[in-house]
């Protein structure tokens, strides 16, 4: 069974912080380099950051020095720390695998609104 459950989003000041998780099936989240996503109104969805089964982890301009991802293997489940968040935060932030392909499942996503 595959499944992706994205948690922790909500609506936060400029400036504030928010902490995501997403747990995730085996199937899914052994072996495999994880990534957390975004999709803003009207956009593409585009790639906030990854990390490799060996906690390597990587990040796009736009989100470097504050944002963190990390992992638990134990749990299966990967987070995103959130820090200095900006209104062009706002998105549906999803995670899933970085081997993306027409057919790939994906969660339901969690709503960060940053917004005054």
């Known amino acids: 069974q595959v499944w992706l459950v994205e948690s922790g989003g909500g609506l936060v000041e400029p400036g504030g912080s928010l902490r995501l998780s997403c747990a995730a099936s085996?199937?899914?989240?052994?072996?495999?380099?994880m990534g957390w996503y975004r999709q803003a109104p009207e956009k593409e969805r585009e790639l906030v950051a990854t990390i490799t089964t060996d906690d390597r982890a990587d990040y796009e301009d736009f989100v470097k020095d504050r944002f963190t991802i990390s992992r638990d293997n134990t749990k299966a489940t990967v987070y995103l720390q959130m820090n200095s968040l900006k209104p062009e935060d706002t998105a549906v932030y999803y995670c899933?695998?970085?081997?993306?392909?027409?057919?790939?499942?994906w969660g339901q996503g969690t709503q960060v609104t940053v917004s005054s």
């Open positions: 085996r199937s899914i989240f052994n072996y495999n380099t």
């Open positions: 899933n695998t970085n081997i993306l392909s027409p057919a790939t499942y």
